[in-house]
């Protein structure tokens, strides 16, 4: 059988195969003590106890990557670079070169001494297993221009680290430092590039870092061993110009090969025999070699395998044993083979001789996701939002909002990038405030309802739902007024941001106000026109051209930079970018390949800056961030934070006891939705009361005549009821009629009194169902009389079902000519309908039993009445 390792009678006298424990030396496949033993050799452990120890010279990069016959073939960056360029067509062993060469320098010397980078754009297997060694400090492959841009960002800054530290060292180069034996000087860096020419065609800035590094890597110990399978074209003259070590393996035509080592042989290799190159150190100098193999199984027991058995002792004879014809090849798992055994046993020589990890050039890519409560939050002038790439600094650190300086935030994302999330991570860190003031979080959710979990939280006051219209103008209401305290307030202490004010004052329990907005969208098509609806996204609008200094802040989503309008984007400084659509990032002038379709949610640009937003818990899973907000909440109760104002509503259901008998001498008819102030009004002409059924007509009939008396005790009140009436129990009437003959005589008496001038004013008269009257013998007594007090000093109240006040019938206008009365759950156009008077677009949960829209004079007011009938 062919051994095709055994040295052949050929011009060349190269063996076909080298494996590389036959070139290394078995030891150090197998024992970390043997690994451990080279390094000290090789003085490539640092001493960092006691006295630095001076040396006669600085040590190299020395390493066996092949064989040339006889004699093995060593490669020194230091020495022979200080960079090396490699060339190879498909299928020449380019790869397996490059592992060699790795394993080789990695066994001869520690992390102290060397470290590893690898590019491999076009995939990442080129250097399988290396990676795995502890000397490797990075990994870039088939990813984004970003990232590659990234690297070359964190690569100019470790050159500036080293300037920086020789500097301080007071040494001219990394070979000093070594002679010196000083334990801060850094391992040399070998970048190791693979399929060059491809990452130069798509980010062909990193050529301009290339450059930069080969300007300036002898002496700040920085070499590039770049590997391409075409140079022409693609090494700069400038870069070309320190690549004096070239390797070229099997080659495409001669031009490359000339291209490579100046001599047009490596065209010439045969194809089956991988890994055959031409190795050239300077000039003339060039060496045909065979490159070494890791990638195979080797044992030291003699005829186990048909591969290769040879053993190769570096300064004794050499012997060349060929397995017998007759041996068979093992089946199944063959184990680790030669490259994950050195990488296995230089792993633990690492750990046996205690040697540090070594310093990273450049930090792996930001994590999917940052716990918040892991991060540093501790002032309410520095609100976390997550962890920032930077790759100038060599370094990842929280990033910040920082309200006194950018007043408010834009967070913007298409579905499922994270801006709800965005706005839970900073409603959970503004309680965590040990160092700073309190934050009082409010919340409008026009979204899918996903702040809902915030409710846990003590300093949140509200977390309001789009369509609970009457909680946001309650929250806007309270805004509203807060803001005009404060603007008094702070002119007055000369204060330009709540800081500021807390410092001059001493009132540090003055808080700072956050309103979260998500989906700013929906709220603007619900409140930025409509009649009393534009005046709260007014106060909106004035939060945001004032609220920074006053210590008001506003934070809202919105999917695309034109959902916002441009006086509202002209006001917030700064933005949060989650994944857009591929224009979205242009309207903010930012990077378009940060944040691609693959990015996890929350990666966003902050700044320009890559950054991933924080969630409390450290989870992606919704109900674990719920659970993490509840023992938050409840963490911040046992402290003894104070719960946070709440927005105050108008309540469904109160009694006549909370009223005042009079407001400036008028009785009070319920309390108003805007000042939440009890409400008076005009005891005198007529009004109307309508609703649909069950909508509390009958409670306001006896609520706005109780109102009457209370005000004014002398009132003589008067019922011309139906036959089951509700209401004629339930107060001391002063008269009652009940049926149509009845009615026509108490209107035609209560005509005579109200046409007297001598009768005192206060007299009410309630008509139950007006309607139920058409067309009957009362139908003309109650115009009469309908007549007669609208121009009097007493008071007519009739009552009837919201569709039947739409009629013309001459008794019912006489009513509505008033323009005045009571719309309970009213519907969009009741208003203009009833009392010509247009009312504001409202749903139907706006409008509990016993709310309604006041409507006098043309203007309108919500009012909620008390509940007087049956409240006990």
């Not at 633990?348 to 940052?370: E, G, K, N, T």
Request: hydrophobic content about 40%; charged content about 25%.
């Amino acid at each position: 059988m062919f051994d095709a390792g055994a040295i052949i009678e050929d011009a060349s006298d190269i063996p076909r195969t080298v494996p590389m424990p036959a070139l290394l030396g078995h030891d150090l496949f197998e024992s970390p003590d043997a690994v451990v033993d080279r390094w000290r050799q090789n003085e490539s452990i640092a001493v960092r106890q006691g006295p630095a120890s001076a040396r006669r010279r600085a040590g190299s990069l020395r390493a066996a990557v092949g064989s040339a016959g006889v004699d093995a073939v060593h490669l020194d960056l230091r020495s022979q670079g200080p960079h090396a360029l490699v060339g190879g067509t498909t299928g020449a062993g380019k790869s397996e070169f490059l592992q060699a060469w790795v394993l080789g320098m990695a066994a001869e010397y520690s992390p102290d001494r060397v470290t590893f980078l690898f590019v491999d754009y076009k995939g990442g297997s080129a250097f399988a297993d290396c990676v795995e060694l502890p000397h490797c400090v990075g990994l870039v492959t088939d990813l984004s221009p970003h990232l590659v841009i990234r690297a070359l960002t964190s690569l100019r800054a470790e050159l500036h680290h080293r300037e920086r530290l020789f500097n301080r060292k007071k040494a001219k180069d990394i070979l000093e430092l070594e002679k010196r034996g000083d334990p801060d000087c850094p391992p040399a860096l070998v970048i190791v590039i693979d399929e060059f020419a491809a990452l130069v065609g798509d980010v062909p800035e990193f050529v301009d870092g290339v450059v930069d590094v080969a300007q300036r890597g002898r002496s700040l110990g920085i070499h590039l061993v770049m590997a391409t399978q075409r140079p022409a074209g693609v090494i700069k003259d400038n870069l070309r110009a320190n690549t004096n070590l070239r390797v070229a393996l099997r080659m495409a035509d001669e031009s490359d090969s000339a291209d490579v080592v100046d001599v047009k042989d490596a065209a010439h290799f045969d194809p089956s025999i991988p890994g055959r190159g031409l190795v050239k150190t300077g000039p003339g100098r060039v060496q045909t070699f065979q490159s070494a193999y890791a990638g195979g199984w080797t044992t030291r027991a003699p005829q186990r395998t048909s591969i290769e058995v040879a053993e190769l002792r570096f300064g004794g004879e050499v012997r060349w044993e060929a397995p017998a014809d007759d041996v068979p090849v093992p089946e199944g798992d063959l184990g680790p083979n030669d490259q994950q055994r050195l990488v296995a046993t230089i792993t633990r020589a690492f750990h046996a001789a205690a040697v540090p990890h070594p310093r990273r050039p450049w930090l792996d890519s930001l994590a999917d996701v940052y716990d918040l409560t892991r991060l540093r939050q501790r002032t309410d002038a520095e609100l976390l939002l997550g962890v920032a790439d930077l790759p100038e600094q060599q370094a990842q650190d929280p990033v910040y909002f920082l309200p006194d300086a950018d007043g408010h935030l834009g967070v913007y994302g298409t579905g499922g990038a994270g801006k709800s999330t965005a706005l839970r991570t900073l409603a959970a860190v503004a309680g965590i405030t040990p160092r700073g003031g309190p934050v009082h979080v409010y919340a409008l959710d026009f979204a899918a309802g996903a702040l809902r979990m915030l409710e846990s939280l003590p300093h949140v006051g509200a977390v309001v739902r789009g369509d609970d219209t009457e909680r946001v103008v309650g929250l806007f209401r309270m805004l509203r007024d807060e803001l005009a305290r404060r603007g008094e307030g702070f002119a007055a202490a000369s204060a330009s941001s709540v800081t500021e004010y807390r410092r001059l004052t001493g009132r540090h329990e003055t808080p700072r106000i956050l309103l979260l907005v998500d989906g700013f969208s929906g709220f603007r098509d619900e409140f930025e026109v409509g009649t009393g609806r534009a005046e709260w996204f007014e106060v909106f609008r004035d939060i945001l051209g004032d609220g920074r200094q006053l210590g008001m802040h506003v934070v809202f989503t919105a999917d695309r930079s034109g959902a916002v309008p441009t006086y509202v984007r002209s006001l917030v400084q700064r933005n949060v970018l989650l994944r857009l659509a591929d224009d979205g990032y242009l309207a903010f002038n930012a990077p378009r390949d940060v944040v691609t379709p693959t990015s996890p949610a929350g990666r966003a640009v902050v700044d320009g800056l890559e950054v991933q937003l924080a969630v409390i818990g450290g989870s992606t899973s919704v109900p674990d961030q719920a659970a993490a907000t509840e023992r938050l909440g409840a963490s911040m109760r046992r402290a003894g934070v104070a719960d946070a104002p709440p927005v105050r509503t108008l309540p469904t259901v109160y009694g006549a006891d909370r009223l005042p008998d009079r407001v400036d001498g008028r009785p009070v008819l319920g309390l108003d939705d805007v000042a939440l102030a009890p409400y008076p009004f005009d005891p005198t002409g007529t009004l109307l009361v309508a609703g649909p059924p069950a909508s509390g007509r009958s409670n306001a009939l006896v609520a706005i005549t109780s109102a009457v008396q209370r005000a004014n005790p002398d009132a003589r009140c008067y019922l011309l009821g139906q036959a089951r009436s509700a209401i004629a129990g339930a107060l001391a009437w002063e008269d009652t009629a009940v049926g149509v003959d009845k009615v026509v005589a108490l209107a035609q008496d209560l005509l005579a009194a109200a046409q007297d001038p001598d009768t005192p004013p206060g007299m009410v008269v309630v008509v139950e169902g007006i309607n139920e009257y058409l067309q009957t013998p009362a139908d003309k007594a109650l115009q009469d009389l309908t007549k007669a007090i609208r121009t009097s000093d007493h008071l007519l109240v009739a009552e009837a079902e919201t569709a039947a006040w739409s009629s013309t019938w001459p008794l019912l206008s006489e009513v509505k000519n008033g323009r005045r009365g009571l719309l309970l759950q009213p519907e969009n156009l009741d208003g203009d309908t009833i009392l010509r008077t247009s009312l504001p677009r409202a749903g139907k949960g706006e409008f509990p039993p016993g709310r309604g829209a006041w409507v006098a004079r043309g203007r309108h007011v919500r009012l909620q009445l008390p509940l007087v009938l049956d409240a006990g």
